[in-house]
């Protein structure tokens, strides 16, 4: 089952990236907030790379901000690695997608490694947001 699982049946209204896209964060409208972190080594740097569907959770007025987006489900693919000239950088990518009921949201996790590392993306129980740095908001897809 997908990391992202802990999401189903919550209305998020709100996605944050930080720690040079290293983390990403959901708030939902009750104010909880979901901490999600990728796994880097000294030779693998893993990160969020693209999230489109970012209309889901609200960005019009006060009411779907409030009302947010109800995850219905999350599906994970395989990491797919992609064509490099580079015989000693090797290039993964890994989607995510989360249903709601307001759209898709899909999320993008790139992993650049020299072989010998696999990415990954893990729950963080420490959900402190003054822990990460440079937290943003992501307001449209990137």
């Known amino acids: 089952m997908t990391v992202f699982k802990n999401l189903i049946g919550r209305r998020i209204n709100g996605i944050f990236l930080g720690n040079d896209a290293w983390t990403?964060?959901?708030r939902t409208t009750e104010g909880e907030y979901f901490r999600y972190d990728t796994g880097n080594d000294c030779c693998?740097?893993?990160?969020?790379n693209h999230i489109n569907g970012v209309d889901a959770v609200g960005r019009g007025n006060s009411f779907d901000l409030l009302?947010?987006?109800?995850?219905?489900s999350v599906e994970d693919k395989d990491w797919v690695r992609q064509?490099?000239?580079?015989?000693y950088e090797v290039i993964e990518?890994?989607?995510f997608t989360l249903r709601t009921d307001r759209g898709y949201i899909d999320i993008e996790v790139r992993n650049s490694h020299n072989g010998y590392y696999g990415g990954r993306?893990?729950?963080?129980?420490?959900?402190?947001?003054?822990s990460i740095e440079d937290l943003k908001e992501v307001v449209e897809d990137f």
């Not at 064509?83 to 015989?87: E, I, K, L, Q, V």
């Open 83 to 87: 064509d490099n000239d580079n015989a």
């Open 67 to 72: 009302r947010g987006a109800m995850v219905l």
């Open 24 to 26: 990403v964060v959901f």
């Open 121 to 130: 993306v893990t729950e963080d129980e420490d959900v402190d947001l003054n």
């Open 44 to 48: 693998n740097s893993v990160w969020f």
């Open 93 to 95: 990518d890994v989607c």
